[in-house]
Nanobody
Framework: VQVVESGGGLVQAGGSLRLSCAASGRTFSTKVMAWFRQAPGKEREFVAAITWSGGSTYYADSVKGRFTISRDNAKNTVYLQMNSLEPDDTAVYYC????????????????WGQGTQVTVSS
């Protein structure tokens, strides 16, 4: 399974961005897709996750109410709509695919993209 992120960039505080994650290969072997992020000098942090079947979602408290994860099964693509962005949201955002269930534990995700940079200026 390969995952490729896109949609990062520079935005002012209060603005919005939408990230995309396209999955290819043996995607039928995965059950859940997630977004993580990592800021300089910090550990990788869970952002949001969604199941391919049923679309159940799970969010980190820090983004709840501001970010929305969604998926398009026909396109094997997952999106992260980010609104009301804050400077603390600045990080490299990674998409991951897993064969398990909704979880914030990055160790349970098997396939990772290269990441896309999101920078929020104050």
């Amino acid at each position: 399974v390969q995952v490729v992120e896109s949609g990062g960039g520079l935005v002012q505080a209060g603005g919005s961005l939408r990230l995309s994650c396209a999955a290819s290969g043996r995607t039928f072997s995965t059950k859940v897709m997630a977004w993580f992020r990592q800021a300089p000098g910090k550990e990788r942090e869970f952002v949001a996750a969604i199941t391919w079947s049923g679309g159940s979602t799970y969010y980190a408290d820090s983004v709840k109410g501001r970010f929305t994860i969604s998926r398009d099964n026909a396109k094997n693509t997952v999106y992260l709509q980010m609104n009301s962005l804050e400077p603390d949201d600045t990080a490299v955002y990674y998409c991951a695919a897993g064969r398990g269930w909704l979880t914030s534990n990055y160790q349970t995700y098997d396939y990772w993209g290269q990441g896309t940079q999101v920078t929020v200026s104050s």
